[in-house]
T-cell receptor, first 114, second 114 residues
């Protein structure tokens, strides 16, 4: 089965600085890689995703990069703001074999220092 | 309507009780999921329903019984639970179309088993 490793487990950055969270996956068949943000007491919110036919995707202050050869993908948040503080999860999935569950990384607690 | 709703928000039950969790979506999604999330851990897949049929059961104990009455509703029936079953139970849905597996999560039901 798929195994997703995520680092770091905690990341503290100054407001306005950039934050980078990295994940690696084990199953070369995985082709869909979403990122979720989870605030305290809430369900995970999909913030960005990338598919294996794309190397990079950007949405305003958030970007995701994918290196299929190395089997790793990263989340980049620029100009961080206090509301970016949350737990972020990466995940991997093989999309094309019918509905299947996501395999999540262990999560990164992002703390934005004012 | 682009959200997944879950009721109740909180549930406290004894080990001999029978209760049910409910999940609803009106996005026309044909795949629905139950995940379990313990504190400070990532969500873990329990069940997947595809076109109202159970397609994946991740070896979940029989004290958890899922049901999909129609394409918009997903229930999780609980009976004779143990204290270690206390967790956040998350429902998600996706379109269940090849190449389109974005999963959208509800806010979860916080379950406490006494």
């Amino acid at each position: 089965g798929e195994n997703v490793e995520q680092h770091p487990s905690t990341l503290s950055v100054q407001e306005g600085d950039s934050a980078v969270i990295k994940c690696t996956y084990s199953d070369s068949a995985s082709n869909y890689f979403p990122w979720y943000k989870q605030e305290l007491g809430k369900g995970p919110q999909l913030i960005i995703d990338i598919r294996s036919n794309v190397g990079e995707k950007k949405d305003q202050r958030i970007a995701v990069t994918l290196n299929k050869t190395a089997k790793h993908f990263s989340l980049h948040i620029t100009e961080t703001q206090p509301e970016d503080s949350a737990v972020y999860f990466c995940a991997a999935l093989y999309s094309g074999g019918g509905a299947d569950g996501l395999t999540f990384g262990k999560g990164t607690h992002l703390i934005i220092q004012p | 309507d682009t959200e997944v709703t879950q009721t109740p928000k909180h549930l406290v039950m004894g080990m001999t009780n029978k209760k049910s969790l409910k999940c609803e979506q009106h996005m026309g999604h044909r795949a629905m999921y139950w995940y379990k999330q313990k504190a400070k851990k990532p969500p873990e897949l329990m069940f997947v329903y595809s076109y109202e049929k159970l397609s994946i059961n991740e070896s979940v104990p029989s004290r958890f019984s899922p049901e999909c009455p129609n394409s918009s509703l997903l229930n999780l029936h609980l009976h004779a639970l143990q204290p270690e079953d206390s967790a956040l139970y998350l429902c998600a849905s996706s379109q269940e179309a090849w190449g389109n597996n974005e999963q959208f999560f509800g806010p979860g039901t916080r379950l406490t088993v006494l």
